[in-house]
């Protein structure tokens, strides 16, 4: 009786550790957009909002304050991955923001960029692709992408940025 709870232990414990995997796994998405960069006073969080289409906002919170605030507005390019959707029951709506993996690299049109990176996480970016992009990376605790659609449609919740700018870490 001992060896069979003990096996089920395993295979949970084993399911649950590849199920956390299986969420890391997924593509970078790139989406050119006009956005609007920028920190909060404290410069311990960071603010990537859409201008118009695509319309998106991410907020990162940083593991340490940047030594000066970003400010950009313009066009630039956005990596992000998204993590697969949890397993949800039949018949059961979920509505909230795409979850995404803690790794982003904004990369602006003419110059310099950023890739904020948590630990531990794989980089949207490949180290030589980072290098011609002149992209920095900025440690950071979490990304989050927090502008969504209700699933019965409806105007694009969560894009205000000074949601981004309480943080959660």
């Given at each position: 009786?001992?060896?069979?709870?003990?096996?089920?232990?395993?295979?949970?414990?084993?399911?649950?550790?590849?199920?956390v995997g299986a969420r890391q796994a997924g593509e970078p998405k790139s989406v050119t957009a006009s956005v609007t960069v920028t920190t909060s006073d404290s410069r311990r969080n960071v603010a990537v909002l859409s201008k118009g289409e695509p319309p998106f906002l991410f907020c990162i919170d940083l593991a340490t304050a940047l030594p000066a605030k970003i400010a950009y507005e313009g066009k630039a390019r956005i990596v992000y991955r998204p993590l697969p959707p949890m397993d949800v029951p039949a018949g059961v709506k979920v509505e909230?923001?795409?979850?995404?993996?803690?790794?982003?690299?904004?990369?602006?049109?003419?110059?310099?960029?950023?890739?904020?990176?948590?630990?531990?996480?794989?980089?949207?970016?490949?180290?030589?692709?980072?290098?011609?992009?002149?992209?920095?990376?900025?440690?950071?605790?979490?990304?989050?992408?927090?502008?969504?659609?209700a699933a019965d449609g409806g105007p694009r919740r969560g894009m205000d940025i000074e949601s981004c700018f309480v943080s959660g870490g």
């Open positions: 009786m001992t060896r069979c709870v003990s096996g089920v232990v395993v295979a949970g414990v084993l399911a649950m550790t590849l199920g909230g923001p795409e979850d995404v993996a803690s790794a982003l690299a904004v990369l602006p049109a003419g110059g310099k960029g950023w890739l904020f990176l948590a630990e531990r996480e794989t980089p949207v970016l490949s180290g030589r692709d980072a290098a011609a992009a002149g992209a920095a990376t900025v440690p950071a605790l979490v990304v989050r992408r927090v502008d969504w659609v």
